[in-house]
């Protein structure tokens, strides 16, 4: 079932329906991601660069070195922080184009059932900066959890694995239900949703194709959401 969903929405992407959301997708996400390699590089120029080369004397024969490997940690440093600043990227993103995507699998896979609504506005714009902060959060502790042997890599999928699984579930399902009934019908098959967002972590992990996450994780949970629907007699659609 959810590797089904997840077919279904790789095969979204790259079709004539998706084509204008596609590059919309893209485009922004590229924007934003260029605007905060620059404003890392400009923090990490004015704060980081000057006391590091501090730590040296001017005269020593070592300044080119130690230079050098300054400005190389430095660029592994904002490549890192780009990597860990994907996750709260995809969730901006992904506020602005759930519903498009929602509408364009609906309308191409399940023309016969009845159409989701698009969340109104306001209730739109506070889900996604709630959405922003709690992978901002997550991550932060994602993050600390790098510092420790045997479980960084581990714990930043599980709580990536965790949060984006829980929020795009849970966008898709607002469609076609109250928030709290949304909420309810996640933590009632909280296991497939999980196994989802997993899915979706280790779609965010791959350079250049990360870059189509919110396209990829809103189909998927659209198709999830329609396939456990049906399965579920307390929660089928009507």
Not at 87 to 103: M, N
Not at 161 to 183: D, I, Q, S, V, W
């Amino acid at each position: 079932m959810i590797f089904d969903a997840a077919r279904l929405a790789f095969s979204n992407l790259f079709a004539p329906e998706t084509r204008s959301v596609f590059w919309k997708v893209i485009g922004l996400t590229l924007l934003v991601l260029v605007a905060l390699w620059f404003a890392l590089k400009e923090v990490l120029s004015y704060l980081a660069l000057p006391w590091l080369s501090g730590l040296l004397p001017v005269s020593s024969e070592w300044a080119g070195w130690f230079t050098f490997i300054i400005g190389l940690f430095a660029s592994l440093g904002l490549a890192l922080a780009l990597a860990l600043l994907m996750a709260p990227v995809t969730a901006l993103i992904a506020g602005f184009f759930l519903d498009d995507v929602a509408e364009v699998v609906e309308k191409r896979d399940y023309a016969l059932e009845p159409a989701g609504r698009a969340l109104p506005l306001g209730e739109a714009i506070v889900g996604t900066l709630k959405f922003l902060g709690v992978i901002i959060i997550g991550n932060l502790f994602a993050l600390f959890l790098l510092l420790v042997p045997g479980i960084n890599l581990i714990a930043f999928f599980l709580v990536n694995g965790y949060l984006l699984g829980r929020e795009f579930f849970e966008f898709a399902a607002m469609r076609y239900r109250t928030p709290a009934e949304a909420r309810l019908f996640r933590a009632k098959h909280a296991t497939p949703v999980f196994l989802a967002g997993l899915l979706l972590a280790a779609f965010l992990a791959v350079p250049i194709l990360n870059l189509l996450t919110p396209l990829f994780a809103a189909g998927m949970m659209v198709h999830l959401h329609k396939k456990l629907s049906k399965r579920d007699p307390e929660f089928q659609l009507r």
